[in-house]
C-alpha cells in the first residue's frame, strides 16, 4: 500500500519507478554506511585513540581521500558502474568485518586507520553512487528524479542514526563496524540491482560512447582568470576550513563529557535529530528563504549561524553550546548553503561551469580541509588545543567569512550582467529561482544598456519571472531606436494586460514601422478590450495586411460583442480580398481569435488556389480544433504541399481524433501517403492509446507504411517513456521482417549474383541486369537492418539502439571495424536468446555462406529453382527489387512466352518505375506485342510512364 502511495507521488514514469526506487534505497544504505562509519570511527578513536593526534586525522583523512581519488580514476571505466560499485560495497563491507575482529585486540594505531578509512570509504562509496546515477539518467530525467532519490540519503540521517544508537546502547560501540558492513552488503546489493533494471541503459551509455567519468581540464585555469570564480574558490575554502574547525570542537568537547558507548549513541541522536531539521529545512524553507533574503542574504546564513553558535560556546562552554554549532553547521550547510552555491554557478557559461566545479570540488576543498588540520595541530602542539578558546578563532573566520560573502555582491552582479548581453544565463538549471534585489538591478541595467541584443535578452526574460515588475522600465523602451526592441516592449504588454500604460502603447500607433503599430494595436486592444474598440476601428482597413489583420484580431478576441460586430466586415473583406498576402493574414485572423464556429471560412481558405493560403489555412485549422476540419485535414496530407502543415494540424487535435485515425489506417483502399501521414500523427499524438493503434498494424504489406509505424512506435517511446500494453505485436514484426532479410541472402546465394554494379561493369545485358539485381537485393537487406533497430528500440526502450545501429551501419569511419564490433558485442549482451540466434549472423562481418550457414536451422534454404525465384522477385515487396528482377527477367529468361506473360503482369504494378521498366523491356523484347501496350501507357497515371510510352511510340513510327 505504501508502495503504491510513493508511486503515485514519485515523478516517475512508466519503466523508471523501480529503478528509482532502487536507487533511493542505494542512497539510503549507501548513505547510512558512511553516517554509521562517521559514528563508530568518531566514538572509538576519542574514547580509545590519542585525542591530541585528532588534527592530524584531518590532515591524513584529506591526503587519503585525494590518492584514492585519483587511483580510483584509472580503474572506473574498466567495469560496469553496477558491478565496480558491488564489488567496492562488498570490499569495504568485509573490511568493516575485517576491522571488528582486530579492534577486538585493541593494536596500535587502529583506531587511527578507522577513523581514515571511514572517510575515504564514504568518499568512494558516494562517488560510485552519482556515477552510477548519471549513467542510469539523462539530464532531464535526472532533474526530475535526483530530489526523490536524493532525499535516501537525508532519511538515512533520520533512520540510520536513531538505529545506531540503539545497536551502540545494546550491543557496544564496536558493534557499529558490523553496521556498517551490512549496510554496504545491502547498498552493494542495490546497486546490482539498479545495474540489472537499466541494463539497457547502461550499454545504451557504452554504445554512445558517453560515460560520466569524462576527463575536466583546465579547471584551474579557469577559476584563476574569473573573478567571479575565485571569489567562489575562496568561499569553497573558507567554508570548509571554518566548519572542519567547528567539526573539531564538537568532538573534543563531546568526547570530555561522554564515553564509550554513550558517545557513540548521543552522535546517533544528534545526527537523527538534525538530519530531521534538515529535512523539514529542505521541503518547506530553503526555497522561501531563498526568494526572501536572495543569493547574498541566504549564503550569510551559515556563518551567521555558525558565529552565533562559537560566541555561546565562549560564553557558555558547554556541550550543548558546541551541539548548536555543529547542528548549524550540518543544518545549512546541506540545504541552504549548498543549494545556494550551486546558483553561484549560474551566471557562468556551461562549457566553463563543469570544469571549475570539479576544480574547486576536487582541489579546493580537500586542500582547505587539510590546512584545518595542520592549524589544528598547530594550535595544540602550541597553545593547548583548548576547543573553548577555539571558538574565538572560529568566531573570527565566520566573520571574515561573513565578509568574503558580501563582497561577492559586485562581481555576482557583474557575472550576471556579463552572461545576460550574451544570453547565456541559464536560469532554468538552477535547482530554485532567486528572484532578489540583484538579479532586479541586473535586468534594471540590462533594460537601459545600449546594446539592443542585451535589452532583446532583458525583456525576453521578465514574462520568466513573474515575482519582479518592471513595467515602468520597460515603458522607456516604446521609443527605442530599435523597432525590434519596441516590438518586443509591446509584447511584454500585451503579456502583463495593464491599463496604467495604456496611452504610452497608444502613442505607437503612430510609428513608422509597420510591425511596431501592429504589435501596439494588438497590446492595447490587450490591455484596453472594449473599451480600444473605437481607437482600433480604423486601422480595419489599414493597407498593410500586418495592421488590418493585428486590429480584426484583437478587436474580436478582446473587443466583445461591440468588436466582433465591428470587425466581422473587415475579416469577412480580408477572406475574399484579390490579393493572396491578405487572404494569407485571414487566415492568420481566424487561427488567432480561436472561433471554432468560423470553419466555413477557414474550410474556403484551405481550397484558396495559392499555396501560402492554403498552408495558413490548414495551421490556422489546427489552432481552431474544429470537428469539421478533420476529415478534410486528413487528405491534405496527400499533397507534399501541405503534408507538413496538415500533420502538425491533426496532432493538435490529440487523443479525440484517434477513432477516425484508427479507420483511415485501416482502410486498406485509401491512398498510401494519407496512410503514411496517418502513422505519423499517431506517433507525434504519442499517447498509449495511439502505440496500440499502431501495433496493431505492423503486418502491413506497405514497407515504406510499416517503416513510418516503426519510427512512429520507436520516437513515442524513446521521447516520452511510454511502454505497449503488449509487445507480441512488435516480437512478430521483428520476425517478419528478419524472414524477409534471410530470404533476401538466400535469393542472392541461389541466383549466384555476387558481383555488384561497378566502373567496368556493362551498361546492357544480362550481366548488368544481375549485378543490378544483386544491389537491389542487398540494399532491402540494409533497410531491414534499419527497420529491426527500429524495432528494438521499441522493444529495449532504454538502450539506445540508434546509436548502437550508427556503430553497426556506419562503414565511412575511419574505426569502422572496431564499431561494428563493440555495437555487435552490446546486442550480444542485450538481446534474448532466440532474437540473438536470428539477428547477430545477420549484422555480424561474416561472408555470406557462412551467415546462412550459422542459421540454417531457423532459415533453410528454399527449394525454388533460379527461374522460379526469379520470377517471384517481380513480385517482391520492395518496389525497387521488383523494378530489378524484372529487367533482369527480359533478359535471362529462356522461354519467351512465359517471360513475355510475366512483364505484360508487370505493366499492372502499382509502382511506376516497375511500369515504366516492364514497358521498356516487352518494347525491346516483343515489340509486336508492345504495340497496343503503348496506346495504354499513354493514359497511365503516372507522367513518368505515359512520357516513357510516347517516346517508345515515337521511335517504333520513326523505324516504322
Known amino acids: 500500500m505504501l508502495l503504491r502511495i510513493l508511486e503515485m507521488v514519485l515523478p516517475a514514469r512508466r519503466g523508471e519507478r523501480q529503478l528509482t526506487f532502487t536507487l533511493f534505497f542505494h542512497s539510503l544504505f549507501a548513505v547510512g554506511a558512511f553516517l554509521t562509519g562517521r559514528t563508530v570511527r568518531d566514538a572509538l578513536f576519542l574514547a580509545h585513540g590519542d585525542r591530541s593526534q585528532l588534527a592530524w586525522m584531518y590532515v591524513l583523512s584529506a591526503i587519503f581521500v585525494t590518492a584514492s581519488g585519483l587511483l580510483y580514476a584509472k580503474f572506473a571505466n574498466r567495469l560496469r558502474r553496477d558491478l565496480m560499485a558491488l564489488g567496492s560495497a562488498a570490499l569495504f563491507g568485509g573490511l568493516f568485518i575485517l576491522l571488528w575482529v582486530v579492534e577486538k585486540y585493541q593494536p596500535p594505531g587502529i583506531y587511527s586507520v578507522i577513523y581514515v578509512y571511514v572517510e575515504v570509504m564514504g568518499a568512494l562509496i558516494l562517488v560510485q553512487f552519482w556515477t552510477l546515477a548519471n549513467e542510469l539518467f539523462n539530464a532531464r530525467e535526472a532533474k526530475r528524479l535526483y530530489g526523490f532519490i536524493g532525499a535516501g540519503g537525508t532519511f538515512a540521517n533520520i533512520l540510520i542514526g536513531l538505529l545506531g544508537a540503539q545497536v551502540a546502547r545494546q550491543f557496544g560501540t564496536a558493534s557499529l563496524l558490523l553496521m556498517c558492513s551490512v549496510l ?184 582547505a580541509i587539510g590546512l584545518a588540520g595542520l592549524s589544528l595541530a598547530g594550535y595544540r602542539a602550541f597553545l593547548g588545543g583548548d576547543p573553548y578558546k577555539l571558538a574565538g578563532f572560529s568566531l573570527l573566520l565566520a566573520l571574515a567569512w561573513v565578509a568574503v560573502v558580501l563582497g561577492m555582491r559586485s562581481k555576482y552582479i557583474k557575472s550576471l550582467q556579463d552572461n545576460l548581453k550574451q544570453r547565456r544565463l541559464d536560469i532554468e538549471s538552477a535547482r530554485h529561482q532567486v528572484i532578489d534585489g540583484n538579479t532586479n538591478k541586473v535586468l534594471e541595467r540590462a533594460l537601459a544598456s545600449d546594446d539592443e541584443l542585451e535589452v532583446l535578452n532583458a525583456v525576453s526574460l521578465l514574462p520568466h519571472l513573474e515575482k519582479l515588475e518592471l513595467d ?114 485571414a487566415a492568420k485572423v481566424l487561427g488567432a481569435i480561436g472561433v471554432k464556429n468560423f470553419y466555413q471560412p477557414v474550410l474556403q481558405l484551405m ?89 496493431r498494424h505492423l503486418d502491413e504489406a506497405d514497407e515504406e507504411l510499416r517503416g513510418v509505424m516503426y519510427r512512429s512506435l520507436a520516437r513515442a517511446v524513446k521521447g516520452k ?64 537492418e534499419g527497420r529491426v533497430f527500429l524495432l528494438l528500440a521499441v522493444l529495449y526502450p532504454d538502450a539506445d539502439m540508434e546509436q548502437i545501429s550508427a556503430g553497426i551501419q556506419d562503414a565511412t569511419a575511419a574505426d569502422a571495424s572496431r564499431r561494428r564490433g563493440n555495437a555487435v558485442e552490446l546486442l550480444d549482451n542485450l538481446l534474448e536468446r532466440t532474437l540473438k540466434a536470428k539477428f547477430l549472423p545477420l549484422v555480424e562481418e561474416l561472408p555470406r555462406p557462412e551467415r546462412l550457414k550459422a542459421v540454417a536451422e ?68 516483343a515489340p509486336a506485342r508492345a504495340a497496343p501496350l503503348l496506346e495504354e501507357r499513354l493514359k497511365d497515371d503516372a507522367p513518368l510512364v505515359r512520357k516513357q510510352a510516347a517516346a517508345l511510340r515515337s521511335a517504333a513510327a520513326t523505324h516504322g
Open 721 to 784: 517513456r511510454l511502454l505497449l500494453k503488449d509487445l507480441t505485436p512488435v516480437k512478430r514484426a521483428v520476425d517478419r521482417e528478419l524472414d524477409r532479410a534471410w530470404r533476401a541472402l538466400h535469393q542472392l546465394e541461389l541466383l549466384q549474383l555476387d558481383a555488384l554494379p561497378g566502373p567496368n561493369t556493362p551498361r546492357d545485358g544480362l550481366e548488368a541486369a544481375r549485378a543490378l539485381l544483386a544491389s537491389a537485393l542487398l540494399e532491402k537487406v540494409k533497410q531491414v
Open 607 to 695: 481550397n484558396d488556389p495559392d499555396l501560402r493560403v492554403r498552408r495558413e489555412a490548414v495551421t490556422a485549422a489546427g489552432m481552431l480544433k474544429s470537428p469539421e476540419f478533420v476529415i478534410p485535414l486528413i487528405y491534405r496530407t496527400q499533397s507534399r504541399e501541405t503534408l507538413r502543415e496538415a500533420t502538425q494540424a491533426l496532432t493538435a487535435y490529440g487523443s479525440s481524433i484517434l477513432a477516425t485515425l484508427a479507420k483511415v489506417l485501416s482502410n486498406q483502399l485509401e491512398d498510401g501517403h494519407i496512410r503514411r501521414a496517418i502513422a505519423r500523427v499517431l506517433g507525434k499524438l504519442g499517447t498509449s492509446e495511439a502505440l496500440e493503434i499502431i501495433a
Open 472 to 585: 515602468a522600465r520597460v515603458e522607456a523602451l516604446l521609443d527605442h531606436r530599435s523597432s525590434a526592441v519596441r516590438v518586443k516592449a509591446l509584447e511584454y504588454y500585451a503579456h502583463r494586460q495593464t491599463m496604467r500604460f495604456a496611452n504610452s502603447v497608444f502613442r505607437r500607433f503612430e510609428d513608422q514601422d509597420p510591425a511596431v503599430r501592429a504589435a501596439a494595436i494588438d497590446a492595447f486592444c490587450a490591455m484596453g478590450r472594449d473599451k480600444a474598440v473605437r481607437s482600433v476601428r480604423p486601422f480595419l482597413a489599414d493597407p498593410d495586411p500586418r495592421i488590418r489583420s493585428a486590429a480584426v484580431t484583437g478587436m474580436i478576441r478582446f473587443g466583445g460583442l461591440d468588436g466582433v460586430l465591428v470587425a466581422a466586415e473587415a475579416l469577412k473583406a480580408l477572406i475574399d480580398n484579390a490579393d493572396p498576402v491578405m487572404r494569407q493574414h
Open 184 to 367: 554496504l552488503f545491502v547498498a552493494g546489493a542495490a546497486s546490482y540491482a539498479g545495474g540489472r533494471l537499466g541494463r539497457q541503459r547502461l550499454f545504451a551509455r557504452a554504445a554512445t560512447g558517453k560515460t560520466s567519468a569524462t576527463r575536466r581540464t583546465g579547471g584551474a585555469s579557469k577559476v584563476l582568470n574569473d573573478s567571479h570564480l575565485r571569489t567562489v574558490a575562496v568561499l569553497s575554502a573558507v567554508t570548509f576550513f571554518t566548519t572542519t574547525l567547528i567539526d573539531f570542537q564538537f568532538k573534543v568537547v563531546a568526547a570530555d563529557k561522554m564515553k564509550g558507548d554513550e558517545l557513540a549513541a548521543y552522535f546517533g541522536y544528534f545526527s537523527a535529530v538534525v538530519g530531521g531539521l534538515a529535512l523539514g529545512l529542505q521541503l518547506f524553507g530553503t526555497s522561501r528563504l531563498l526568494n526572501r533574503a536572495g543569493v547574498i542574504g541566504s549564503l550569510a546564513v551559515l556563518p551567521v549561524s555558525l558565529a552565533l553558535g562559537d560566541a555561546a560556546l565562549l560564553i557558555f562552554p558547554t556541550l550543548w553550546a558546541a551541539s548548536m554549532a555543529k547542528g548549524a553547521d550540518t543544518l545549512f550547510r546541506y540545504s541552504v548553503n549548498d543549494a545556494t552555491t550551486q546558483i553561484l554557478y549560474l551566471p557562468v557559461p556551461a562549457q566553463v561551469r563543469v570544469s571549475a566545479k570539479a576544480f574547486i570540488d576536487g582541489v579546493v576543498k580537500p586542500v
Open 858 to 925: 531457423l532459415y533453410p534454404v528454399p527449394t525454388a529453382t533460379a527461374e522460379v525465384m526469379l520470377s517471384e522477385l517481380t513480385k517482391d515487396e520492395a518496389a525497387w527489387v521488383r523494378a530489378c528482377a524484372t529487367w533482369c527477367l527480359s533478359e535471362a529468361a529462356p522461354e519467351a512466352t512465359l517471360r513475355d506473360d510475366l512483364l505484360i503482369s508487370s505493366l499492372s504494378d502499382g509502382n511506376p518505375v516497375v511500369r515504366e521498366i516492364a514497358l521498356v523491356s516487352i518494347n525491346r523484347k
